[in-house]
Structure formats: structure tokens, C-alpha cells
């Protein structure tokens, strides 16, 4: 094995352009004096002053305040407020609410690590196996929480404490958290740790079982737990194969498109659309789970994204009819490093945890111009003033970018530690001839990570909505108004955890009255009365098709 | 080194003609196969996943123009060339053991024992060359059959499950669900046992850190300056 590896490194091209070989020169000549000195953190007001001037929360005309429902006054992108003032893609009158095609306790909407973790706890808690329904647009498993690279936050650590870890919270949040809910997800942070071991999650460990832990941007101790770059598949494939043996029902390939009420006023389930067969079903459910995930797809101010094909805000399109709150959805998280070049793999993730062992971002000059492990809004505004003072290169496809040097995690730590922590990332380049044990690889942030959204209490229930939970990337109040890396991970667990439990709970002494879909058409009401243009959601899928087909596309049927 | 002019490029766009199921197009060449298809017109139901690499939905064969020869790839990560035939796989049917890892005993015989198929490994290395990980598939194959579980977890740590391997296996094996298993088995029963974890988790049943939480909730409802304070004045200890 080891001699094809040494006959690829001797005959690889590397797969840049003349232009930046001539720019990663320079990157080389800093890299002995960059060794010993890096740019100081800044304080807080510094912080405030490159988030107000180059952060993309902070662009005029980005936003706008919602104008009907529940909603109406709180500030959202563009692309999210689009889809809550929309109209909904069935008439209720079409709907036959009289035959339940699914009738179960527990409804868990999206098969990603919240609804997957949520069903297991449901299941622990007593509710019987053929009482849980897992619904999905795509498969089992597919969700952005597959694709988390870097880590999972938890104070397990001599020198650590879950007091630590809600200090770096709240702060890396602005202070913007809700508090009590920041409370469980660090305190439970190592109990999750400890189911995963008991389910077999292999953790990055020494010899003597002492986790290895890196830091992250705006943590005070190391404290990310990982499995090399893969800790979100390595977690999400070991609960879908748990599911898969406890024979948890699931159906894939069927999206939920409409919450259902009761005459009582409580959500009731859903009603689903089968995007193969593209027929709907009903399920009624005494407690219905939200675990939709985020909204990359919606290529906020256009930018490109690390996010799942399906991540498409569908959760807040359907959560806002039936009268849940949405907050913090004005601030979005741009993860400061996607890549940037080869256009091929646009906006995809480079990890936290490759800054985290010593990579820095430096500019076409082979200048440092930020501390490397900022919190993710400060270091992305850096990398995106650095670019607008033309300190950045340019790819051929007019991708702005600046280097990461990740030839110094080897140099720090060893020959072979990019190899051995970061085959992930290590292949994505090498499928481009890139061999970033030896080049810089060149970054720019990308759109990333939904920082607010459904309001939950510390039960995950949704607030002022009976029979409805949520958790994961599609409730706000956890990371306040910016997420700290390593506790997407912690929070899909925590809180999917928590629905699990308590939806268990909840389901022993709920009922269900008479099936409605009144609220949709009351919020129809509301958007003509407002004069909301005609436009559908939620959208299900992004949609990519070229201009050719779209310009001449037909609904025949 | 600044004042130094580092030329930025932009290339006239070069196109490549392939073949979607049969059907010729022509594709700008920075795309990759999945951006392909939509360019050229399709919309993805089956066959796409995260698009970035960690989820094995895309995993697709394709071949070139006048060669006999199949090639493997990750739709989403591989670049679109010149002559290429190019389609989607929908699904992969596969068998999966059902298990309770609680009740499993992590000796050489389990994997063999739930799937027995593994015996018919033909040492092929059919597997090897289908995956778009660049696994040593065989290799852990034939570590399962000797039942080292260890080898087989490391071996396999990189899977994404797309299944490439049980599709070309003549013997039928499933390969990556033998993988799965063993990596829970190691991960459960081998590896050593995160020790500080566990002595965490006690300390956090006897609510030993309830106390400065609940100080820092009050703190962060009733004074919010104060609780900044002791953020910035808190010790970093990352080095």
C-alpha cells in the first residue's frame, strides 16, 4: 500500500494554475517566520467593528421584516422571508383528511442525527416500535449532520468544565443564547459521549482511551471530540444502523408538506408527499417531531454552500403556519473556509479542526491577516475584508479566495498527520490532484449553518404549540446569533435526545380530536389580504436545472 | 513581495461532450458529473445526497468512448471529461444483519457468524477497485474472515456505505456492512474506554457543576456586563 502512495506523491501534477503556483511561492518563504508568531485575538469591540463593515449579516438590503402571521416584524434573509410569505403547494379543500394512511404516536419529520436520535430515545422511553414513523424526502440518514467534519464539543476533560463550555457559548453567540437551554446542552454534552461509546462510535483516542481533543474557534480548552474528519458520518451511520436493527419504521423518499391540527388546536401530524410517486398521503400522529435541518440550499445572498441537497427551510415554512415562533434568523453562519477552487467542489466544507491543528489563512502575498481560531462570523469577515482589499486571488471562474496553509499541521505535528486526521479532506484534493500535505489549499466562506429558527423550551417542545417538538439546525435559541464549531453535532444530540424523551412523555396521556387544515387556509387569507405575490413552499429540492430547460419546461399534467 | 502583479486568469469557458444515458451533450468542463446533468437539464430525486462527498448516494460508474474499461466515482466529486458515458444508480438492494451489539461478544467468529457469506471471498479484489474511497476493500474482507475486528474497523473507517463494493462482488458479499459491524464491535468492546469521560458523566449526576451554571444563567438574565467580564477574563488554555 505505502509504494502506490509514495509513486502517486512522486508523479502528481499539482492541479493549480500557473498564477497561484506563482502565489503559493510566497506562502512557502513566510511559512519558517509564520511558525513562531500569529496575529493576536481581537477584543470584542474589534470584533463588533469587522462584523458591522464586512459581515454579509450586515449588508443593506439583505433582510426584511415578515409581514403576516405569527412572524410578522422579525427580520429575515431575503431568500428565508420569500418562503414564509408563501403560499402553500396544496389546496386544503383537495386534501381527504378522512382516510389516516399512518396513524402512530410519534411522527419524526427528517432522518437526520435529530430525528434519527429522537427515535431511538422514543423508543427507550417505552413507546412501542410500530408507534414511531421516521418520514423523509430523500433517505434514511441524508441531512448536513452526516457531513459535520471537525467535532463534537464536550467538557470531559481534566482541566475542563461544562462551565467552561457555556462560558464559550454564550460568548461565541454574542450573548444572544437563550440561557437555559445552553445549560443541558453542555451539561449532557458528556453523557452523549458516553451513549455513543456504548454504541460502538469509534472516537479519536490514545492508546490509554484519553479522547483526543483539538480546540475551535472561540473555546478556551481543547474539547473537540472527533473521528478524523469524518465525525458526523461515523455518528449518523452508527444510529441509522441502530434504527435498522430495532426495525424503527421509516419512509423514504416522502416529504412532509403541511403540518395537520386538531380541532383542538394541537398539531397532529402531517401531510406527506411522495416525491417519487408524487401522490399524497396522511399521517396522524399524537406527537409530530420537527428534525428538518437548515436552509444552505437557499443560497443565501448567493453564496455557495456547504449544506445537504435537501436543506431547504421546509420545517420553517411549515412551523410558521400553524403559529410558531421563529427568532435570530437575521443572523446566518458563513463557516469562514469552503473551497474555493477547483469550481468542482465549490463551497464545500474545509474544516474548523484543520485551523484547530495549525493551518492558517494567509493572503496572495503569504501574509497572515487574523488569528486563525476566531469565532466563525469574526474569521469569515476577515477572509472576506482581506478579498475586498484585493489581498485575495481569484480563480479562473471568478471565485475570490485566500490560502490555507495546511502544510503546517504536518509540520507541527508530524509527517502523515493530515493523512491519518483528515483523509476526508486529503482525498477531496487528491481527486483534483491537489496534495495539500504539500500546497496551501485556497478558501472563502460559504454559506453554512442556520443559527436561529423554531423557538423550543428545554423539553424541545415548540413553544405556544401543543403536540409539536423540534430539534437540531431548524430551532433557534441554542448558538444565539452565531454557532461555535463542534455543538451542531452537541446539539442535534442533546436536544434530539430531550424530543425523544419528552415526546415520550407527552404522548402517554395526548389525544387526537378531528383532522384540520384550517390554519392553511387561514394563512392563504392572510397572504392575500397582504398582497403577497403568488409563489409555493416549502421547496423540497433546490432547483439546478440549466436555463434551457427551465425557460421551456410544462406542468402537462 | 507586495507591488508584485500575481495575473488572474479568467479562461474563455471549455466545453466537453458526454453521454447522459445514451443522450449527447455538450457541458462546460469545471462542472462535475452531478452539475452535468443539471446542466444538461435533469432534476435529481434518486442518486444525489449531501453533494459533497460524505454520504455514498452519488456513487456511479461510468466509461469512455471506445474503452472497454468501467470506472467508479462519487458523482459529486468527480470532474466532467471529454467521451464519458455517464448514468445513475438509484439503489443498491443489500443485506443487512440485525443484531444487539449488548449482546455480541467482539471474538473472531462473530463477523463470520452473521455473515457468513464472507467466506466466499475469491480474493478478486473486485471490491478494491470499485471503491470511490480508495478502500482496501479485499483486504478487509479477508481480515473479517480471519476475524480480526480491529483490522477490519480501521481498514474500513472511511466508508460511506454507497454500496459500489456489493454491486461487483462475485461471491455477493456485502462488504460494508461487515465493515459497520466491526467498527461498533471495536468501537464497543476493543478500544479502550474513555475513562475521564465516564468519571465526567458521575460527576455530573451528583450535579457538581449545577451551581455555576445556574450563577452564570442568573448572571446572563440579570447582568449581562458581569457575565462578559468573567468570559473575557477566563483563562485559554488551547496551546
Known amino acids: 500500500m505505502w509504494s502506490e502512495k509514495l509513486r502517486w506523491v512522486n508523479y502528481m501534477e499539482r492541479g493549480y494554475p500557473n498564477y497561484m503556483l506563482e502565489s503559493i511561492e510566497f506562502v512557502k518563504q513566510t511559512r519558517e517566520k509564520r511558525l513562531k508568531e500569529i496575529p493576536p485575538l481581537m477584543s470584542l469591540e474589534e470584533r463588533e467593528q469587522i462584523l458591522r463593515k464586512y459581515h454579509p449579516d450586515y449588508r443593506e438590503d439583505s433582510k426584511r421584516a415578515i409581514k403576516v402571521g405569527i412572524n410578522a416584524g422579525e427580520l429575515m434573509p431575503n431568500e428565508v422571508a420569500d418562503l414564509i410569505e408563501s403560499y402553500p403547494l396544496i389546496q386544503p379543500e383537495q386534501i381527504d383528511l378522512s382516510t389516516i394512511d399512518y396513524d402512530v404516536d410519534i411522527l419524526i419529520i427528517g432522518a437526520g442525527g435529530a430525528g434519527l436520535t429522537a427515535a431511538l430515545w422514543a423508543l427507550y422511553s417505552g413507546v412501542d416500535v410500530d408507534r414511531i414513523l421516521i418520514v423523509t424526502k430523500l433517505r434514511l440518514g441524508d441531512s448536513n449532520s452526516k457531513m459535520s467534519q471537525g467535532g463534537i464539543q464536550a467538557a470531559d476533560c481534566e482541566d475542563d ?125 399524537k406527537a409530530t417531531l420537527m428534525a428538518t435541518g437548515g436552509f444552505g440550499r437557499l443560497h443565501v445572498q448567493g453564496f455557495a454552500t456547504t449544506n445537504h441537497y435537501g436543506a431547504t427551510a421546509d420545517g420553517l415554512v411549515m412551523a410558521n403556519r400553524v403559529g410558531t415562533r421563529i427568532i435570530d434568523m437575521d443572523s446566518v453562519q458563513y463557516h469562514p473556509t469552503g473551497s474555493s477552487y477547483p469550481e468542482q467542489i465549490l463551497g464545500l466544507l474545509c474544516t474548523e479542526k484543520l485551523r484547530g491543528r495549525g493551518a492558517q489563512p494567509v493572503n496572495k502575498y503569504g501574509e497572515e491577516f487574523v488569528y486563525p481560531l476566531e469565532p466563525r462570523d469574526v474569521e469569515a469577515a476577515a477572509l472576506i475584508r482581506e478579498c475586498a482589499r484585493g489581498n485575495g486571488l481569484v480563480t479562473p471562474t471568478g471565485m475570490p479566495g485566500v490560502w490555507l496553509d495546511t502544510p503546517l499541521i504536518d509540520i507541527f505535528h508530524g509527517e502523515g498527520t493530515i493523512e491519518k486526521e483528515f483523509s476526508a479532506m486529503f482525498l477531496k484534493y487528491k481527486r483534483f490532484d491537489i496534495d495539500m500535505t504539500q500546497d496551501p489549499i485556497l478558501v472563502y466562506p460559504t454559506l453554512h449553518f442556520q443559527n436561529g429558527g423554531i423557538v423550543i423550551n428545554e423539553r424541545a417542545g415548540v413553544v405556544g404549540v401543543l403536540g409539536l417538538f423540534a430539534a437540531g439546525e431548524t430551532t433557534g435559541g441554542v448558538h444565539g446569533k452565531n454557532r461555535l464549531m463542534g455543538n451542531s453535532i452537541l446539539d442535534y444530540c442533546v436536544y434530539g435526545r430531550r424530543m425523544g424523551i419528552y415526546s415520550a412523555d407527552y404522548v402517554q396521556n395526548a389525544n387526537v380530536g378531528k383532522l384540520s387544515l384550517d390554519h392553511v387556509t387561514k394563512y392563504v387569507k392572510l397572504l392575500e389580504d397582504t398582497g403577497i405575490p403568488n409563489r409555493k413552499a416549502p421547496i423540497l429540492l433546490p432547483e439546478y436545472r ?4 427551465l425557460s421551456h419546461a410544462l406542468d402537462l399534467l | 513581495m507586495r507591488g508584485v502583479n500575481l495575473e488572474e486568469k479568467t479562461e474563455t469557458e471549455k466545453m466537453v461532450r458526454v453521454y447522459i444515458m445514451g443522450r449527447e451533450f455538450e457541458v462546460p468542463a469545471t462542472l462535475n458529473i452531478v452539475k452535468a446533468f443539471e446542466y444538461a437539464g435533469y432534476r435529481f430525486i434518486r442518486g444525489i445526497g449531501c453533494r459533497g462527498g460524505y454520504c455514498g448516494a452519488c456513487a456511479t460508474v461510468y466509461r469512455f468512448k471506445d474503452d472497454y474499461r468501467l470506472n467508479f466515482a462519487l458523482a459529486c466529486q468527480k470532474a466532467v471529461e471529454d467521451g464519458m458515458y455517464l448514468t445513475i444508480l438509484p439503489f443498491v438492494p443489500a443485506e443487512k444483519a440485525k443484531y444487539d451489539l449488548n449482546k455480541l461478544k467482539p471474538r473472531g467468529t462473530v463477523l463470520l457468524e452473521l455473515y457468513p457469506e464472507i467466506a466466499r471471498c475469491v480474493a478478486c479484489n473486485t471490491c478494491t477497485k470499485a471503491c470511490p474511497q480508495e478502500l482496501e476493500v479485499m483486504d478487509y474482507v479477508q481480515a473479517a474472515i480471519r476475524g480480526d475486528i480491529e483490522e477490519v474497523a480501521n481498514l474500513s473507517f472511511d466508508c460511506i456505505q454507497c454500496g459500489l463494493c456489493a454491486m461487483r462482488c462475485p461471491a455477493e458479499i456485502v462488504p460494508y456492512n461487515v465493515g459497520q459491524l466491526a467498527r461498533r464491535l471495536y468501537g464497543k468492546y476493543i478500544a479502550p474506554q474513555a475513562k475521564l469521560t465516564y468519571e465526567r458523566v458521575e460527576e455530573i449526576h451528583a450535579c457538581v457543576f449545577d451551581e455555576e451554571l445556574d450563577n452564570y444563567i442568573e448572571l446572563a438574565k440579570e447582568d449581562i456586563e458581569q457575565l462578559k467580564k468573567i468570559y473575557v477574563e477566563r483563562e485559554i488554555k488551547v496551546g
Open chain 1, 161 to 285: 468544565s461544562p462551565s467552561l463550555h457555556y462560558l464559550d457559548v454564550l460568548g461565541g453567540g454574542h450573548f444572544t443564547n437563550d440561557p437555559e437551554l445552553v445549560k443541558w446542552l453542555v451539561r449532557e454534552a458528556p453523557m452523549i459521549i458516553k451513549w455513543h461509546e456504548e454504541l460502538g462510535v469509534m472516537y479519536d483516542k490514545d492508546e490509554e482511551g484519553c479522547m483526543v481533543v483539538a480546540p475551535g474557534g472561540g473555546t478556551c480548552r481543547k474539547r473537540m471530540h472527533s473521528a478524523k474528519d469524518y465525525t458526523g458520518m461515523e455518528i449518523v451511520r452508527v444510529l441509522m444502523d441502530e434504527v435498522r436493527n430495532l426495525e424503527i419504521p421509516v419512509l423514504e423518499f416522502n416529504s412532509a408538506i403541511e403540518l395537520l391540527m386538531d380541532d383542538a388546536g394541537k398539531v397532529a401530524g402531517a401531510v406527506l408527499w411522495d416525491m417519487e410517486k408524487e401522490d399524497y398521503s396522511i399521517a396522524r400522529a
Open chain 1, 546 to 549: 440549466g436555463e434551457r430547460t
